[in-house]
């Protein structure tokens, strides 16, 4: 079955850095879109940023657009995002999915952003 397993969160400050990293079993991972979404406390699922199955084409919300990249490595069934530049706004439990937020996805991974 789809497994995906989040991890690299963590506290950060503003202005730093963090990289998620999502790993990927049970299906074939070079096919599909993957996308990283998140959970504000208190307000809905939000995407933040989307791959197509080949790398080359990406979407990111504005919220995020220029701080935050997402990746793949389709050899080894990883998804990541580098996060730049993070603003206390971007404190969310941030979780990767298959084909779109509403699709499989993992436990997620909590990013905290305060000083």
């Known amino acids: 079955q789809v497994q995906l397993v989040e991890s690299g969160g963590g506290l950060a400050q503003p202005g730093g850095s963090l990289r998620l990293s999502c790993a990927a079993s049970g299906f074939t991972f070079s096919v599909y879109t993957m996308v990283w979404a998140r959970q504000i406390p208190g307000k809905g699922l939000e995407s933040v940023a989307g791959?197509?199955?080949?790398?080359?084409?990406?979407w990111y919300a504005d919220s995020v657009k220029g701080r935050f990249t997402i990746s793949r490595d389709n050899a080894k069934n990883m998804l990541y995002l580098q996060m730049n530049s993070l603003k206390p706004e971007d404190t969310a439990l941030y979780y990767c999915a298959k084909v779109n937020m509403y699709g499989p996805r993992g436990q997620g991974t909590q990013v905290t952003v305060a000083s």
């Open positions: 791959i197509y199955s080949d790398g080359r084409d990406t």
